[in-house]
């Protein structure tokens, strides 16, 4: 069964940058979306960018479109967040997630990791 574990987060300034990393371990029968989330405290979790396992096909939060971008490294079965020209806003808790199939025909999501803090000040 796949398991993610994310990395990668810091406290930065304005306009400073991260590369968050998102690392899967396991087998899976399938191939999904591997999307990454956040959450401010006290706040929904909420889609940020995802990339297809397959066809690699991205999309973007309309919030992060041209400051952050989703890519994969095959063989290192991780998937990366750059994140650039960071705001106060972008302060969160990062999250990877994806669904798995442990079974052939049989998908489920993979458990919410700890996440990675990102946090931006002036």
């Known amino acids: 069964q796949v398991r993610l574990m994310e990395s990668g987060g810091g406290s930065v300034q304005i306009g400073g940058s991260l590369r968050l990393s998102c690392a899967s371990s396991?087998?899976?029968?399938?191939?999904?979306?591997i999307t990454w989330y956040r959450q401010v405290s006290g706040g929904e979790r909420e889609f940020v960018a995802s990339?297809?396992?397959?066809?690699?096909?991205?999309v973007y939060a309309d919030s992060v479109k041209g400051r952050f971008t989703i890519s994969r490294d095959d063989a290192k079965n991780t998937v990366y967040l750059q994140m650039n020209n960071l705001k106060p806003e972008d302060t969160a808790i990062y999250y990877c997630?994806?669904?798995?199939?442990?079974?052939?025909?049989?998908?489920?999501?993979?458990?919410w990791g700890q996440g990675t803090q990102v946090t931006v000040s002036s």
């Open positions: 396991g087998y899976s029968y399938c191939k999904h979306d």
């Open positions: 997630k994806t669904e798995t199939c442990p079974q052939p025909g049989i998908v489920i999501q993979t458990p």
């Open positions: 990339i297809h396992e397959i066809d690699g096909a991205i």
